[in-house]
Structures are given as structure tokens and as C-alpha cells.
Nanobody, 112 residues
Framework: VQLVQSGAELRNPGASVKVSCKAS????????IEWIRQTPGQGLEWMGK????????KYARKFQGRVSITADTATSTAYVELISLRAEDTAVYYCAVRLADWGQGTQVTVSS
């Protein structure tokens, strides 16, 4: 299993960001893709997940209304989009499959 994420992003407060996660080495539709972030000085925060087979999603309450997770089975790529960014969203964002295989992480920095 290999998960390759998009590169680092810098955004202003109030903007949005979309991070991608391209999967290979397994049947993309067979397992949930989960998104987790790690903020400076804090632990890991689970953001949500998607079933690529049917597109069903589940989000952590903390992010509901601001986060959207999608998956494109044609390209085996999952996405997480976060809107209305604030400084506290500065973090490294990870995708994972079965919480066993992880992407390399994407640094998102929110700063004016």
C-alpha cells in the first residue's frame, strides 16, 4: 500500500485548502480512507473518513460544517477540504488506510 499526498500549502485566514491522497497497491474501494491531523504541540486529531465504494462519509463533530472528504475511484485519490481556515488549523494532515498505512503528511500553514 502506498499513499502519496500533495505538497505543503500556505493559506490566509478565512481561505480554504484541499489536500489530496493518491492510493496504490490495493483495491481502493475496499477500505475506508481516513484523515487525521497533528497540530503543533498537540496529539493526533481524527477528522473523518470516507468509504470510496459508495462515498459515504463520517466527520468528527469538531470539524462538521467545515470539512469535506471526497474520493475519486477513477484515479484512486481521496481529498480533504477544510474551509474558513484559522491559525489553529496549522497542522500536518495525514491520510490513512485502516490506520495501518499512512501518507507522508502535508503541512498546511494558516497565516496572514
Amino acid at each position: 500500500v502506498q499513499l502519496v499526498q500533495s505538497g505543503a500549502e500556505l493559506r490566509n485566514p478565512g481561505a480554504s485548502v484541499k489536500v489530496s491522497c493518491k492510493a496504490s497497491g490495493y483495491d481502493f474501494s475496499s477500505a475506508y480512507i481516513e484523515w487525521i491531523r497533528q497540530t503543533p504541540g498537540q496529539g493526533l486529531e481524527w477528522m473523518g473518513k470516507i468509504d470510496p465504494e459508495d462515498g459515504q462519509t463520517k466527520y468528527a463533530r469538531k470539524f462538521q460544517g467545515r470539512v469535506s472528504i471526497t474520493a475519486d475511484t477513477a484515479t484512486s485519490t481521496a481529498y480533504v477540504e477544510l474551509i474558513s481556515l484559522r491559525a489553529e488549523d496549522t497542522a500536518v494532515y495525514y491520510c490513512a488506510v485502516r490506520l495501518a498505512d499512512w501518507g507522508q503528511g502535508t503541512q498546511v500553514t494558516v497565516s496572514s
